[in-house]
């Protein structure tokens, strides 16, 4: 019985430690008037998108980046650049890579420095 329970618990550990997963941020590296940068990390290769809008409960606008994975890293960077944005909007928005996603995280684009 403890050989068993021993096992099942090395093989969670090791699920645990290999789960997709995001392990920073995500954090707004840059936003400025009409764009912004999103930013995370993530402990395996996945997909790079953001899922975005002016309604927490309603992001319908998407913004994907490709990437590549490095297979020499335990890690993966993620960086997103969202576009058409209007000034002076808060918008909200979640990660998703590998099949996971973060919890709905906001920022706000600068006031326009157009006449």
Excluded at 18 to 24: L, Q
Excluded at 61 to 79: D, F, I, K
Aim: glycine letters at 4%; a positive charge.
């Amino acid at each position: 019985m403890k050989k068993l329970l021993l096992v099942c618990s090395m093989t969670a550990a090791m699920f645990a430690a290999t789960a997709p997963r995001i392990t920073k941020g995500p954090l707004v590296e840059f936003s400025g008037d009409q764009s912004a940068v999103i930013t995370w990390t993530t402990n395996s290769n996945g997909n790079s998108v953001v899922h975005y809008g002016v309604n927490a409960q309603d992001l319908t606008e998407t913004a994907e980046s490709p990437n590549r994975w490095n297979p020499n890293l335990p890690y993966m960077v993620h960086r997103v650049l969202v576009v058409h944005l209007k000034p002076s909007t808060t918008y909200y928005y979640v990660v998703e890579s590998a099949g996971i996603k973060s919890t709905v995280s906001q920022f706000t684009t600068r006031p326009s420095d157009r006449p």
